[in-house]
């Protein structure tokens, strides 16, 4: 069975930081693609950044120059740094993994986690 747990957000003020991470039972992340995604009150779920098992990465647009995302292949853990965080950022954060080892192909987020709640004050 396959756990995901996600830590680390809370509230800052506008340009701030915060670092998630999602503790994944079940899955060895290193070898499988993962990611973060956020939903905001309202709003549809939307794909943040994600790390390939070649460790490459991708990130959306409203988050480039600002978020990392990394992992701990030892801890098993997944991590998204959060700098100069805007309003605009605040959402419930998901952690995100594709089933499938070594995928070739684009990612396809099967198991998700709780969440975490992210709040940027203005």
């Known amino acids: 069975q396959v756990l995901l747990v996600e830590s680390g957000g809370g509230s800052v003020q506008a340009g701030g930081s915060l670092r998630l991470s999602c503790v994944s039972s079940?899955?060895?992340?290193?070898?499988?693609?993962m990611g973060w995604f956020r939903q905001a009150p309202g709003k549809v779920r939307e794909e943040v950044a994600s790390i390939k098992h070649d460790v490459s990465t991708q990130y959306a647009d409203f988050v480039k120059g600002r978020f990392t995302i990394s992992r701990d292949d030892r801890k098993n853990t997944l991590l998204l740094q959060m700098n100069s965080l805007k309003p605009e950022d605040t959402a419930m954060y998901y952690c995100a993994a594709d089933a499938q080892r070594w995928p070739r192909g684009p990612c396809a987020f099967t198991n998700w986690g709780q969440g975490t709640q992210v709040t940027v004050s203005s």
């Open positions: 079940g899955y060895s992340i290193s070898v499988r693609c």
